[in-house]
């Protein structure tokens, strides 16, 4: 079951709500369109300035299971396939970072909002 503490954050375009999501792929993963997501503002900072995406991109914090949920709806609509916790920049290759299918996602908001 997908468990997250809030608040979460996440790395979005500063004048866009759901164009300009930032996607994450990998290497061992075909077909993957992962979402960063943070559990730390320290890690969401440090990714931030790694990726080289000057001022357009802020970071903003999720507090609550259901605006996450509403957020995994957007991902969903937007053709993302998986959420990655922590990822590290492509400067930084020294931290694993976890994915999770957005399915798993959503029913593990769906347990907290009960």
């Given at each position: 079951m997908f468990e997250i503490e809030f608040p979460i954050w996440i790395i979005a375009h500063r004048d866009r709500e759901a164009k300009g999501l930032l996607q994450v792929t990998h290497e061992e993963a075909?077909?993957?369109v992962g979402f960063p997501i943070f559990t730390d503002d320290d890690l969401a900072q440090t990714f931030l300035?790694?990726?080289l995406l000057?001022?357009?991109?802020?970071?903003?914090?999720?507090?609550?299971?259901?605006?996450?949920?509403g957020l995994v709806a957007i991902l969903e609509l937007q053709g993302f396939t998986?959420?990655?916790?922590?990822?590290?920049?492509?400067?930084?290759?020294?931290r694993k970072t976890?994915?999770?299918?957005?399915s798993e996602?959503?029913?593990?908001?769906?347990?907290?909002?009960?």
């Open positions: 075909a077909g993957m300035d790694g990726a000057g001022d357009h991109y802020v970071l903003k914090s999720i507090a609550e299971p259901l605006a996450a949920y998986h959420v990655v916790l922590d990822s590290s920049s492509h400067q930084d290759k020294s976890a994915r999770s299918p957005l996602m959503r029913a593990g908001l769906l347990a907290m909002l009960e």
